[in-house]
């Protein structure tokens, strides 16, 4: 079956730091991917829409120049969380439609960050 | 707007019991739904899908769901439940115009404890 991988699993950082999160699909080619914020307990938030080789498109209340998403091949997204502050501590998880269509999306296994 | 319900938050079953999860959705056009499960330190997994066609369908794991359009719910079942099958459950709505897999909503999830 499809494989997405992310990476890192976990990362710490201090605040006012930027952390980068990648995704990748690992046996197939993902031209959308998908970004899903999970804070405790909740559900999964859709952040962004990852286009290659064209702008991210965001969800209402998501903030662009905080979360930065470069889609930069077909394989690989990447999610930077610009000037991080506590309350964007979180699980950030994202998807990629399967190969052979949209009908069924991949997820990568999530990557906690945790802001001090 | 599409939306997802989970009524349950958390329920508890032995094990070997039967299993329900429900789901209630709400979408203007004929949905794309899925149930995935999401277990610590790893990303969702999909156990079911429906799209279209016969309003039972049959998934991983021995799980079921049935699409019920007049009640507007889809909600997962297992005959007999396993130890290992504790986790988070997610129903998810997708209605994207790229594809029905795409722009997934997902309900706030039911967390299930299976007691030996």
């Known amino acids: 079956g499809a494989v997405v991988s992310q990476h890192p699993s976990r990362v710490i950082c201090k605040s006012g730091t930027s952390v980068k999160i990648e995704c990748r699909s690992l046996?197939?080619?993902?031209?959308?991917m998908f970004w899903y914020r999970q804070f405790p307990k909740q559900s999964l938030m859709l952040m962004a829409t990852s286009n290659e080789g064209s702008k991210a498109t965001y969800e209402q209340g998501v903030e662009k120049d905080k979360f930065l998403i470069n889609h930069a091949s077909l394989t690989l997204s990447t999610l930077t969380v610009t000037s991080a502050h506590p309350e964007d501590s979180s699980f950030y998880i994202c998807?990629?439609?399967?190969?052979?269509?949209?009908?069924?999306?991949?997820f990568g296994p999530g990557t906690r960050l945790t802001v001090l | 707007a599409q939306s997802v319900t989970q009524p349950d938050i958390h329920i508890t079953v032995s094990e070997g019991a039967s299993l329900e999860l429900r789901c209630n959705y709400s979408?203007?056009?004929?949905?794309?739904l899925f149930w995935y499960v999401q277990s610590p330190g790893q990303g969702l997994q999909l156990l079911l899908k429906y799209f279209s066609g016969d309003t039972l369908v049959q998934g991983i794991k021995g799980f079921e769901a049935e699409f019920k359009r007049s009640q507007s719910s889809f909600n997962l079942r297992k005959p007999s439940v396993h130890w290992s099958d504790a986790a988070e459950y997610f129903c998810a709505v997708g209605a994207g115009s790229e594809g029905g897999g795409n722009k997934l909503t997902f309900g706030t999830g039911t967390q299930l404890k299976v007691e030996l």
């Open positions: 979408y203007g056009a004929t949905p794309y």
């Open positions: 998807s990629a439609p399967g190969p052979g269509g949209t009908d069924t999306q991949y």
């Open positions: 046996d197939f080619q993902a031209t959308t």
